[in-house]
C-alpha cells in the first residue's frame, strides 16, 4: 500500500509537496544588482546603502568581498535599487584625480520611479561618494497598471569615450524602449546639482541632451 511503501523510505505525495516547499523556502532570490568589472574580474553591488559589493564563484554562488556606507545616499526619499552596469570614468573625463565608476540606481515613491547616476570609487573597496540630481527620461504609464503612471527603467549604460557621452538604454511605461545620450558634461553638472534637484518629467526630458525613441 502507499502507506506501506512511505513508511518504507519512498516518499509519498505529501513528502514531495514538503520537499518542494522546503526547496523553494531555501532559494534567496534577489534582484537589481549593478554589475561591474575590476581587473578584469566580475563584481556586483548587491546593495547600495550599506554599499554592499558581492564576487560571483564559477559555480554560481557569490560571496561579500566589501562593504562601506554611503552617506551620500541618504538624502534618497526611498532605499535605493540597482539598475545598470557601472561603467569606468577615465579621470580626464571625470574632471578628477582618479577614475571612477559611473552607474545608474533608483528609488521608487507613490508609484513613480526616479533614477540618479551614483559615483563609485575604482579601487576597492568601491566606496560611493556622490550621487546626481535625478535623471530627466521620458517616463510612461503601466500598460495593464493605471495606477503606476511614471516609470521610466534605465537597464543598460554605456560610455563612448570617442564623443564623450553615456547613453543609456531604459524602458518607458513597461513598454516602450528608449535610449539617452547624455554628454559626461551634463552628468558632471547633474552631480553638481545634487540629488535636491526632481528633474524626473518629460518636460526637462526633452531640455537636457539628446533623446532617441
Known amino acids: ?6 513508511s518504507r523510505g519512498t516518499p509519498g505525495p505529501r513528502q514531495h509537496h514538503h520537499t518542494r516547499h ?15 568589472v575590476y581587473n578584469n574580474e566580475l ?32 538624502q534618497l526619499p526611498a532605499k535605493p535599487r540597482g539598475n545598470t552596469q557601472a561603467v569606468l570614468l577615465p579621470a580626464e573625463l571625470a574632471r578628477g584625480v582618479a577614475d571612477v565608476y559611473v552607474g545608474v540606481l533608483h528609488v521608487e515613491v507613490s508609484r513613480r520611479y526616479s ?25 510612461g ?44 558634461e551634463q552628468v558632471l553638472a547633474l552631480f553638481e546639482q545634487g540629488p535636491g534637484q526632481q528633474r524626473h518629467d518629460a518636460a526637462a526630458a526633452g531640455t537636457a541632451g539628446a533623446a532617441a525613441a
Not at 61 to 70: L, R
Not at 122 to 127: G, K, L, S, T
Not at 143 to 163: K, N
Open 43 to 74: 563584481y556586483f553591488s548587491q546593495s547600495f546603502d550599506p554599499h554592499v559589493v558581492i564576487k560571483p564563484a564559477p559555480n554560481g554562488t557569490c560571496a561579500k568581498a566589501y562593504q562601506t556606507d554611503s552617506p551620500p545616499l541618504r
Open 1 to 6: 500500500s502507499s502507506s506501506s511503501s512511505s
Open 141 to 184: 504609464r503601466h500598460p495593464r497598471i493605471p495606477a503606476w503612471g511614471h516609470i521610466a527603467f534605465p537597464l543598460s549604460l554605456q560610455l563612448m569615450e570617442e564623443s564623450q557621452q553615456l547613453m543609456i538604454g531604459y524602458g518607458s511605461g513597461d513598454q516602450v524602449a528608449r535610449v539617452r545620450v547624455v554628454g559626461v
Open 22 to 36: 522546503m526547496r523553494h523556502l531555501s532559494l534567496h532570490k534577489e534582484k537589481n544588482w549593478n554589475p561591474f
Open 115 to 139: 533614477s540618479y547616476f551614483y559615483k563609485m570609487q575604482a579601487e576597492p573597496p568601491f566606496r560611493i561618494t556622490a550621487l546626481s540630481a535625478a535623471i530627466p527620461l521620458v517616463a
